[in-house]
T-cell receptor, first 108, second 112 residues
Framework: GENVEQHPSTLSVQEGDSAVIKCTYSDSASNYFPWYKQELGKRPQLIIDIRSNVGEKKDQRIAVTLNKTAKHFSLHITETQPEDSAVYFC???????FGAGTRLTVKP | ETGVTQSPTHLIKTRGQQVTLRCSSQSGHNTVSWYQQALGQGPQFIFQYYREEENGRGNFPPRFSGLQFPNYSSELNVNALELDDSALYLCASNLLTLDTQYFGPGTRLTVL
């Protein structure tokens, strides 16, 4: 089955800096790659997604890039704010196989 | 809020018992997926239902089973509970398989 690896497991940045989280996947048939933000005690919330026919997508401070040849995709958050602090998950294989998560801390 | 609801919110069971968790999807969403999320880990895919038929399954034993009903509700049943089954159970619904999933708030199951 699909194997999704996510790095780093923890990430600490200063407010205003950029944060990058990377994921790799194993199934070349994967065609949908969402990213979720999960705050403590809450449900995962979709923040951005990308489909396999697109290489990059941007939504304000958040962007995702996809390299199908290398089977990896990345989340980029610019101008980070303390409220960006949460656990972020990537997913592949029609969005049902999740990475282990990255705990992002943005220091004021 | 996503329009996806789950019940109960919390549940405590003992090892060997059986449990049924319920999910109500957004109206019109004929795809529902169930996940197990252990503390500090990512959601693990249990299975997906599309129009009341199982449409994919993760690496979970047969004692994890499900049902989906025509009224956009679904159930996750777990038999012979084990201590390791303690986790947050999430359901998520979407209109199409490659469409955005909307998660419910989850049911936290504790097995003693």
């Amino acid at each position: 089955g699909e194997n999704v690896e996510q790095h780093p497991s923890t990430l600490s940045v200063q407010e205003g800096d950029s944060a990058v989280i990377k994921c790799t996947y194993s199934d070349s048939a994967s065609n949908y790659f969402p990213w979720y933000k999960q705050e403590l005690g809450k449900r995962p919330q979709l923040i951005i997604d990308i489909r396999s026919n697109v290489g990059e997508k941007k939504d304000q401070r958040i962007a995702v890039t996809l390299n199908k040849t290398a089977k990896h995709f990345s989340l980029h958050i610019t101008e980070t704010q303390p409220e960006d602090s949460a656990v972020y998950f990537c997913a592949a294989s029609s969005g049902t196989r999740f990475g282990a998560g990255t705990r992002l801390t943005v220091k004021p | 809020e996503t329009g996806v609801t789950q019940s109960p919110t919390h549940l405590i069971k003992t090892r060997g018992q059986q449990v049924t968790l319920r999910c109500s999807s957004q109206s019109g969403h004929n795809t529902v997926s169930w996940y197990q999320q252990a503390l500090g880990q990512g959601p693990q895919f249990i299975f997906q239902y599309y129009r009341e038929e199982e449409n994919g399954r993760g690496n979970f034993p047969p004692r994890f089973s499900g049902l989906q009903f025509p009224n956009y509700s679904s159930e996750l049943n777990v038999n012979a509970l084990e201590l390791d089954d303690s986790a947050l159970y999430l359901c998520a619904s979407n209109l199409l398989t490659l469409d955005t999933q909307y998660f419910g708030p989850g049911t936290r199951l504790t097995v003693l």
